[in-house]
Nanobody, 122 residues
Framework: QVQLVESGGGLVQPGGSLRLSCELL????????MGWYRQAPGKEREYVAK???????DYADSVKGRFTISRDNAHNTVYLQMNSLKPDDTAVYYC????????????????WGQGTQVTVSS
């Protein structure tokens, strides 16, 4: 059974930094991409960043220049370094993984973590 285990959320003052981690546990064939989404109270879940196994990286405009996504492919772990945090970054952050469970195209699956709270407040 595949699961994503997140850590690293918390309370930080505006302008501060936090680092989120997410480890993929379980048996898979390969990872297409891992990334992060977030959901603020009363809002829809929104895309934050994604890193492909082929090294391609993408960010939402709202976090470009402040957030950095990285991966440890050997351990199926993705990180989100968040700098210059703003109150608008307050949300539950969800880890995401797109994987293949075996060699077949039909084994393509998406998985989500349980979410970790990030609160930016003075």
């Amino acid at each position: 059974q595949v699961q994503l285990v997140e850590s690293g959320g918390g309370l930080v003052q505006p302008g501060g930094s936090l680092r989120l981690s997410c480890e993929l546990l379980g048996s898979i064939f390969n990872v297409v991409a891992m990334g992060w989404y977030r959901q603020a109270p009363g809002k829809e879940r929104e895309y934050v960043a994604k890193k492909f196994t082929t090294d391609g990286t993408d960010y939402a405009d709202s976090v470009k220049g402040r957030f950095t996504i990285s991966r440890d492919n050997a351990h199926n772990t993705v990180y989100l370094q968040m700098n210059s945090l703003k109150p608008d970054d307050t949300a539950v952050y969800y880890c995401y993984a797109a994987v293949y469970l075996d060699k077949t195209a039909s084994s393509r699956r998406d998985y989500w973590g349980q979410g970790t709270q990030v609160t930016v407040s003075s």
